[in-house]
């Protein structure tokens, strides 16, 4: 297993659109979870978008309908098309993967294999 690196972060204007990339290679052929999180400056890391083994999916209502992750055939790639961008979605996201149960993170304590994170800023 590899540490995630994300990728394709940068600014933008309002209403404008980023993709973001995550490689993580090794996460395969097992019951693992993928997800973005964002933490914007002096706020708690929180999750976007996550996407487990079986391909289900979930949003945070922030971002539902504007977001859409994804993942590559083999499992070794995580996407993040981010359209409507708004000022709000400002910050610095990070790709996770984390085996069996969902990633979570509180308080500081966020386990799973997590990304060194690529910022987004959205300008007005």
């Known amino acids: 297993q590899v540490q995630p690196v994300e990728s394709g972060g940068g600014s933008v204007q309002a209403g404008g659109s980023l993709r973001l990339s995550c490689a993580a290679s090794?996460?395969?052929?097992?019951?693992?979870?993928k997800a973005w999180f964002r933490q914007a400056p002096g706020k708690e890391r929180e999750m976007v978008a996550l996407?487990?083994?079986?391909?289900?999916?979930r949003y945070s209502d922030s971002v539902k309908g504007r977001f859409t992750i994804s993942q590559g055939n083999a499992g070794n790639t995580l996407t993040l098309q981010m359209n409507s961008l708004k000022p709000e979605d400002t910050g610095m996201y990070f790709c996770?993967?984390?085996?069996?149960?969902?990633?979570?993170?509180?308080?500081?304590?966020?386990?799973?294999?997590w990304g060194q994170g690529t910022q987004v800023t959205v300008s007005a």
């Open positions: 996770v993967v984390r085996k069996g149960v969902p990633p979570y993170c509180r308080s500081g304590y966020c386990p799973g294999s």
């Open positions: 996407i487990d083994s079986a391909g289900a999916i």
């Open positions: 090794g996460y395969t052929g097992g019951n693992y979870y």
